[in-house]
């Protein structure tokens, strides 16, 4: 395999500043009847400009745009409970190296909404890679580089591996996060169920009452146990967590955990999906993973997963203290990874 030159611990770019499935699943799929939009999230200081809005599939997906609309283009997909703003040092940076970077919520974040009341807010993971696929269908990008952390890190490991032609390279906090119902419901050793604690809360009626009444305190629990060593303060928390006052947020988020163990039905139109998911495809378009070196939250050993990249690979553990929030945390490293892509 090739692998990338390892610059974990250069600081680079520091100070730029700039502003498939077909039939029922197609991004051309005729609308439902248009919901009603909800109330939009307060504004908060240093949070990004004006938002663009996309019609794709069962969503109006509101995203951040940066760069040239004619510069090769760069999705990059936040996980739970973050939003956008884990990419508020990367975007502008990547953007000052001529990249058109854009920057989604995933449904059930920030002012993304559903345009039908009737709609199944579904949070199965397959669902949330083809809300990616359909973005990009609306804005005629072809192909981009994909690049997250958390659920973010695992659409862009399926749209990788299902569809390689849409991926022309793939950075990945903690790797390869494809996984199944069947493999959710294999029970762990007691220390690593314990990580997932939050997992089993969510599948209780309480739990479901007990987030949607401290949705904040829980995240900020989440993202403290998740990055022990980051130091953010009250307004970073509150810029990102004025996303989770989506009207569905907490529907997705319970049905996305509900359904990895089993416990929730999906769509039966990703029924065929979720087959070819559940046999751990091979990735093979050329791929850099990242992991911080005090990540908190549950996550693969590197070792674990890399035979599921057969493409040029290389695998980069980010120092001093870096935690599961690794774009936003390390904003520099990250948004290396995605140039050395560019540029390989």
Avoid at 51 to 69: C, E, K, M, N
Wanted: aromatic residues 10%; positive net charge; glycine residues 8%.
């Amino acid at each position: 395999m090739t692998s990338f030159t390892d610059p974990h611990r250069r600081r680079v770019l520091r100070g730029a500043l700039a502003a498939g499935v077909g039939g029922t699943l197609s991004a051309t799929a005729a609308w439902s009847a248009p919901e009603v939009p909800g109330p939009r999230p307060r504004s908060y200081p240093g949070a990004f400009p004006q938002l663009s809005h996309v019609r794709a599939g069962d969503l109006d997906i509101a995203y951040a745009q940066f760069g040239s609309p004619l510069g090769r283009p760069v999705i990059l997909l936040h996980g739970w409970p973050y939003d956008i703003h884990a990419f508020h040092e990367v975007a502008p940076r990547l953007a000052a190296e001529g990249l058109r970077v854009i920057v989604p919520y995933l449904r059930g974040f920030g002012e993304t909404r559903f345009r039908s009341s009737r709609t199944f807010r579904n949070g199965q993971p397959a669902a949330l890679a083809m809300d990616t696929l359909r973005m990009m269908d609306a804005l005629q990008i072809p192909h981009a580089i994909l690049a997250g952390f958390d659920w973010g890190a695992r659409s862009a490991d399926i749209i990788a591996a299902l569809w390689p032609e849409r991926c022309s390279g793939l950075v990945a906090v903690s790797g390869y996060l494809i996984s199944s119902q069947a493999a959710g419901q294999a029970p762990l050793a007691p220390a690593a169920e314990l990580q997932w604690w939050y997992q089993f809360y969510f599948a209780t009626d309480r739990g479901r009452a007990g987030y949607e009444k401290h949705r904040r305190d829980f995240a900020q629990l989440i993202w403290r146990l998740g990055s022990p060593r980051w130091n953010f303060d009250a307004q970073t928390f509150e810029r990102s967590a004025a996303a989770l006052d989506n009207p569905d947020h907490v529907a997705i988020v319970i049905h996305n955990y509900r359904w990895r163990l089993g416990l929730a039905k999906g769509d039966p139109r990703l029924e065929g999906l979720e087959r070819r998911l559940a046999t751990r495809p091979v990735i093979r378009v050329p791929t850099i993973t990242l992991e911080g070196n005090a990540n908190g939250a549950p996550h693969p050993d590197p070792a674990a997963y890399a035979d599921r990249f057969s493409g040029p690979y290389a695998h980069r553990l980010i120092h001093d203290g870096i935690g599961h929030n690794l774009p936003q945390e390390a904003p520099d490293e990250f948004a290396q990874a995605v140039m050395d892509l560019v540029r390989a």
